[in-house]
């Protein structure tokens, strides 16, 4: 695991979004793993902004997100098939089948859950997955508890993650209870993962996922047992965290 310490968010995004550009820029058909949350919003508007002056092309790319809600309208503005358009999809040149994002309102979601695995196994799988982190651990949806094993599957959100995402709602009865998300094992599957990680909120997670042990009670940490994982975290998010220990985690 390595750990890049940054000075700030606006650091964190231009670093993350170098990391996404470059990666296009070597293989210029790669299939980008894509998250959403605010962590990643300031990351999709480095790509946006420089997406014309660093002449990249996305035409060739394809993506698949991480997650989504259950029983939200993919037009609603809360969806995340909604964000990532907002915030990427619309001012760059992918094309729209290239794009695949859990379908949420669906009829059959046990089937979606599979026909999922399956597109991301005929497109290679994913070179580069983007994520962020919970409050308590979690990626994608994968909320604390759930098995390594698991592959694309419908969760039950935990009262804590429909808290912190209450933000994005007009009322917390909105926040949906259920999502479908990729699996731990779907994730680890990747080639390379980058996880992004900004705020004071986010050190004690910070501080149990470096110091901690792997255990499904913090599903981030089997990020430890994978062989290219890069993390990019401010200040803020570090501050649990003795200088010495983050000096050992990082090379860059
Ligand atoms: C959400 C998403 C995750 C995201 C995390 C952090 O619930 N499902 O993919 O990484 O929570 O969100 P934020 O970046 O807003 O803190």
């Not at 420089?50 to 002449?55: I, R, S």
Request: glycine share 6%; proline share 4%; hydrophobic share 35%.
């Amino acid at each position: 695991m390595k750990l890049v310490k940054v000075k700030d968010y606006q650091e964190m995004s231009k670093k993350a979004a170098q990391i996404i550009m470059d990666q296009v820029k070597t293989k210029p058909d790669a299939v980008l793993g894509m998250a959403t949350g605010e962590t990643v919003i300031g990351t999709y508007e480095y790509i946006v902004k420089n997406f014309k002056q660093e002449l990249l092309s996305f035409k060739q790319v394809s993506t698949v997100n991480l997650d989504e809600y259950i029983g939200v309208k993919r037009s609603h503005p809360t969806s995340y098939y909604y964000f990532m358009n907002e915030k990427l999809f619309k001012y760059i040149d992918i094309p729209h089948d290239h794009v695949h994002i859990p379908n949420g309102s669906g009829t059959d979601l046990q089937a979606e859950c599979e026909e999922y695995e399956g597109i991301i196994e005929r497109l290679g799988g994913v070179d580069l997955q983007l994520l962020g982190i919970g409050h308590n651990g979690h990626i994608g949806f994968n909320e604390p508890g759930t098995p390594f094993q698991t592959r694309t599957h419908i969760v039950k959100l935990a009262e804590s993650t429909r808290d912190a995402n209450a933000r994005f709602f007009k009322t917390r009865e909105e926040v949906p209870t259920h999502a479908i998300t990729m699996g731990i094992e779907t994730i680890t599957k990747s080639r390379k993962i980058l996880l992004l990680v900004s705020g004071k909120e986010k050190a004690p997670i910070m501080e149990r996922l470096i110091n901690g042990e792997v255990e499904e009670c913090v599903p981030a940490s089997i990020l430890k047992l994978h062989p290219s994982v890069t993390i990019i975290a401010d200040e803020d998010a570090l501050s649990m965290l003795e200088n010495d220990c983050v000096k050992v985690l990082t090379h860059d």
